[in-house]
């Protein structure tokens, strides 16, 4: 008899943790480790046990980027393109907002840049440069999109690391 009571508290237990409503949660001390596509990387988090916190994979919110790893040139173009602007971008003060786990157990965050200028302290958003580039489209989650790259009115440039420098620079660019 004793057994099943405790059976019965250790379900009712982990029920409870199953179905308990995380809360988003916001990281700020937050490094670059690598990163692998327009909407994928690692950090390093700042935390009180190092070894969790080492190359955690990072997976923009709200977005899907081209794949890296694909046959098709106009998609690897794009693809390496916004690589290239997500590698610029998180080069500033990295803060990571309303992080969930996703079905990767990847965090699954908006990801934000920090800059300070003269009208005080400004938030850039990574999911809004990589749509106003059309190198994403607005995901969230279930079946992606089937989309051509080589058809979107603005195909894959070159951008410099100076230019992405200045489009998070820009007064005009919304603030989150």
């Known amino acids: 008899m004793k057994i099943k009571k405790v059976m019965l508290l250790f379900f009712v237990i982990l029920a409870g943790t199953l179905f308990a409503e995380v809360t988003p949660q916001d990281f700020f001390d937050v490094k670059l480790a690598s990163v692998y596509d327009g909407d994928t990387f690692k950090v390093y988090l700042d935390c009180a046990y190092p070894i969790f ?40 003060k990295i803060v990571l907002r309303n992080c969930e786990r996703d079905k990767y157990f990847r965090l699954l965050c908006e990801v934000k840049r920090q800059v300070i200028s003269e009208n005080g302290l400004q938030e850039f958003d990574l999911a809004e440069l990589l749509l106003e580039k059309q190198l994403s489209y607005g995901y969230y989650g279930g079946t992606k999109e089937k989309r051509n790259w080589c058809e979107v009115s603005n195909p894959p440039q070159q951008t410099s690391e100076q230019e992405t420098q200045q489009i998070c620079e820009m007064p005009s660019e919304k603030k989150n």
């Open 53 to 92: 916190c080492k190359k955690i994979p990072v997976r923009v919110k709200n977005i899907d980027a081209p794949e890296i790893k694909t046959k098709d040139k106009c998609e690897k173009a794009a693809a390496q393109k916004a690589k290239q602007i997500t590698q610029d971008f998180l080069k500033g």
